[in-house]
């Protein structure tokens, strides 16, 4: 025993109930990877209720696989069962959850970051003991993949919507035309929707990970806007163009070993009534207010990905996606800027409107 307090045989038992339901969610992440990559969600969804069977057909799979498959899914609570009819199928709310990729409450493709995380457990796991970094391009594929599935609905949901309109005269001139660079685009979800939402402005995105940009480039043209955007592999303190009239961070700045030098970078490259949109994950400024769900699950994925990547890098500065309002403030104050406000936010994002 590590310590010679007596056990309270109540709060054991209630702990080893939350350690089954911390298992059941766990091993439930596999399933829906299975559910996601095989279209078993959508069809459910497009096909209405439907025995194991129905399903099978309907999405060429073995009926045997998906029977055990969907007791699983409605054990979890991420499918309805019928006991009369023994038939399956998903309300409204999971269809939107599991099914609905391009609507704004789609989380199946986070199940891809947490695979990366179980893959790439080994390096992290030498990290902790040597103290070195995992940069972001050290990880599996998927979590690219997850990354760009997981935050894209949000963006979906509010970029254009609500974050973009909160910056105080920065909606009027990118309907007018302005010149904006998304620094650390990743796959270029973010920047696509920008181009798709003001066609008469230009977009430049940046990323250091090539394949990223690759895919970035891709998605322009799916989209029909690779007329206006450019994506480029650069760091966020060596991206070129000069004078833009927005830039944009859409949580990564954590991620950054140095992120005082690429904000002051950002700031040398921002015309002077420019604006800076910096997004980043919700969070609290003290510890404890972050002790929560969506703290838990920032945290777990900032030990895994996020602080690995910052030690990477020079600096090494290793914000943390729980880093706090606080922290990012004296981030964008170090490196010259003079106005942090925050504009929006959501349950899992921070809006900053940061100007020179």
């Known amino acids: ?93 999971q269809a939107m959850v599991f099914a609905d990729e391009g609507g704004p409450a789609f989380m199946a493709g986070g199940f891809e970051v947490l695979a990366a995380m179980f893959r790439d457990e080994p390096k992290v796991t030498d990290v902790f003991k040597s103290g070195k970094g995992l940069g972001w391009h050290e990880h599996d594929s998927c979590l690219f993949r997850g990354t760009e599935r997981f935050f894209r609905p949000g963006y979906n949901a509010n970029l254009t919507s609500a974050w973009i309109p909160a910056l105080e005269g920065v909606e009027a001139r990118l309907n007018e035309g302005a010149r904006v660079a998304d620094v650390g685009c990743g796959h270029g979800a973010s920047t696509v929707l920008m181009a798709k939402a003001y066609p008469k402005s230009r977009f430049y995105g940046f990323d250091y990970h090539g394949p990223s ?25 060596d991206f070129n163009g000069g004078a833009y009239d927005m830039v944009a961070i859409f949580d990564a700045l954590h991620d950054m070993g140095d992120p005082v ?69 004296k981030v964008a104050e170090e490196a010259g800027f003079t106005r942090f406000k925050r504009a929006a936010e959501t349950p899992f994002n921070m809006v900053f409107d940061v100007r020179p």
């Not at 940009?213 to 303190?237: L, W």
């Not at 929560?292 to 994925?301: E, V, W």
């Not at 030690?311 to 922290?327: D, R, Y």
Request: aromatic share 6%; with cysteine.
């Open 213 to 237: 940009i690759e895919r970035a480039r891709q998605s322009a043209r799916e989209a029909g806007v690779e007329d206006r955007v450019e994506f480029e592999v650069a760091t966020a303190k």
């Open 1 to 93: 025993m590590p310590n010679d307090k007596p056990v309270d045989q109540g709060k054991l038992e209630a702990f080893q109930g939350k350690m089954v339901g911390d298992m059941g969610a766990a091993i439930s992440a596999a399933l829906v990877l299975i559910g996601d990559k095989l279209g078993l969600y959508r069809t459910l969804a497009e096909i209405g209720p439907a025995s194991s069977l129905d399903l099978a057909n309907a999405a060429g799979a073995a009926e045997r696989y998906v029977r055990e498959w969907l007791a699983a899914q409605a054990a979890s609570g991420y499918v309805e069962y019928d006991r009369t009819t023994g038939r399956f199928s998903m309300s409204p709310e």
């Open 261 to 329: 030098g690429a904000a002051r970078h950002i700031r040398e490259n921002l015309a002077p009534d420019g604006a800076w949109l910096l997004v980043e994950p919700y969070a609290h400024d003290d510890l404890a207010d972050n002790l929560n769900p969506i703290g838990r699950l920032f945290y777990s994925a900032s030990t895994m990905i996020c602080t690995p990547a910052s030690l990477s890098q020079e600096v090494g500065l290793g914000l943390g996606a729980q880093a706090g309002e606080a922290k990012l403030r």
